[in-house]
């Protein structure tokens, strides 16, 4: 079984969000593969099972992801470094940039510090999605993240979600 999770925040205020985008990346999967969600309240999340894998997006805030991660894994005695791969947004790195990486300290992002923290490890796959704040002299990286995809950036993400979700189905097959 895998695990496929995208951080993101529950309200429907923070929808298209930079701080989404793990979540927008998930729907866009869903959507390609016509997948649909449900609501899990065992584990705090949305969820679809399909085949041998699980997504899921957390209804925790972005900044407790780590819970429900943590009931999922141990619900179905998953393996941490080999069966599950966090989808989350990273301000540091350009859009449209994908870095993958096996394994890794949190680097400022609070829902994989509460990932790290919940698992008691660093050594789990994560994709980072680059959002890129390059107002930081004029906006706090907080209201950066809160703050929505503008109308250039949104007419950019269908070439970006389709390289994530590429990447979502390698994780897959693997």
Known sequence: MKLIIGLGNPS?????????????????????????????????????KHKNTIFAKSQTFYNESGLPVRRIVDYYDLNPAKDILVLCDDLNLPLGA??????GTAGGNNGLKSIITHLGTTEFPRLRLGTNNDKKNRI???DFVLSKFSAEEKRELPVILRDVSERILDFIQD
């Open 12 to 48: 429907p205020e923070y929808l298209w969000t930079r701080h989404n985008f793990g979540q927008i990346a998930l729907d866009f999967y869903a959507k390609l593969n016509r997948l649909e969600w449900k609501e899990s309240t065992k584990f705090s999340v949305n969820l679809i």
């Open 98 to 103: 994908i870095r993958y990486r096996s394994s």
């Open 140 to 142: 706090s990286d907080t």
